[in-house]
């Protein structure tokens, strides 16, 4: 009769071979993962580390120009910069100008995308259009468009017979902001759209329906059912639309290039001028620095009062 031996209990022991197939698992991961990790680390990474370097140096452009350690001189003199936080003050003007707007328009739009509609599909591909082009192909478009003399909208009011309203969009101290807010929320509306229609079509249709039957009306239905489930959806795209406004330059620089006299200033083409105009690369730094703080900072008040609510 054979006998059969149990197996001894080795719960919560591990073999030597298990040990080392973990391991061996471990070492492929990371050696996937290195492709990817690289261009991080020398695009991203080593950058931002050089820069905060160079924010506490006297780094200059120049061939063979010798840089020495200034400690924090560039941050005393940038405190009592006037058009380092004027750029400040229009940088956060357009930022939360041009994130309201385009969470705001991009609601209603995906809140019409996300209706039964005929060719919705095609209303989809056109609404993210802006999308797909180039900051610069846009700020050259929309530089067509305010064109002081053959642009559309001073063409359009010459033709209604209301020329007392054709101005200098971009060269006019009062219109040169808001027309290039007008822009900014025209190019970025489109990912804020998709972001807020993904979200919408998460809402189970059965939560409407039973509100329906409740009686509650289309404006209530959307304020205590879609709403709340949107708000995680909400916090995330506004805050990234947030960060991604602030940091804007290519769209700017085409359309105004900071002009006219510092109105449309954005801190990050500031940063460009002292950069790459004056060659103060260490002040430059400095300055991207002090920006980077400051962002996290507000950031940081902005999630936490939004999940707050969202709670």
Do not use: C
């Not at 790459?276 to 999630?303: K, Q």
């Amino acid at each position: 009769m054979t006998t059969l031996t149990e197996r001894p209990d080795v719960e919560g022991a591990e073999s030597p071979r298990r040990r080392n197939r973990f391991r061996s698992d471990r070492t492929t991961i990371y050696l996937l993962l290195l492709p990817s990790l690289l261009p991080i680390l020398v695009l991203s990474v080593f950058p931002l580390l050089r820069g905060i370097y160079l924010g506490f140096t006297d780094a200059r452009a120049g061939r063979n120009v010798e840089v020495s350690f200034t400690g924090l001189a560039n941050y005393r003199e940038l405190l009592g910069d006037e058009l380092f936080w004027n750029s400040f003050k229009i940088g956060l003007l357009w930022a939360v100008g041009v994130t309201v707007l385009q969470f705001l328009l991009a609601l209603g739009l995906a809140l019409l995308l996300n209706q039964q509609l005929r060719f919705r599909g095609v209303a989809r591909v056109l609404a993210v259009v802006p999308w797909a082009m180039p900051p610069v192909v846009v700020g050259i478009l929309w530089k067509l468009v305010y064109h002081p003399d053959a642009g559309l909208i001073n063409e359009f009011f010459h033709r209604v017979g209301a020329d007392g309203l054709r101005t200098n969009w971009l060269g006019d101290f009062s219109t040169a902001l808001p027309a290039v807010i007008i822009v900014g929320v025209w190019a970025g509306m489109p990912q804020t759209t998709v972001v807020l229609l993904a979200g919408l079509q998460g809402v189970g249709r059965e939560l409407h329906e039973a509100a329906a039957v409740d009686g509650a009306s289309t404006w209530h239905r959307f304020r205590h059912v879609t709403l709340p489930a949107l708000a995680p959806v909400i916090v995330a795209i506004t805050s990234l639309d947030f960060i991604w406004n602030f940091n804007s330059f290519g769209l700017v620089y085409v359309l105004t290039a900071g002009g006219p006299g510092g109105k449309t200033m954005l801190p990050m083409l500031f940063a460009y001028e002292e950069a790459f105009r004056y060659g103060n690369y260490g002040y430059a730094a400095a300055l991207g620095n002090v920006m980077v703080v400051i962002i996290i900072a507000l950031l940081a008040v902005y999630l936490r009062r939004r999940l707050r609510e969202a709670n």
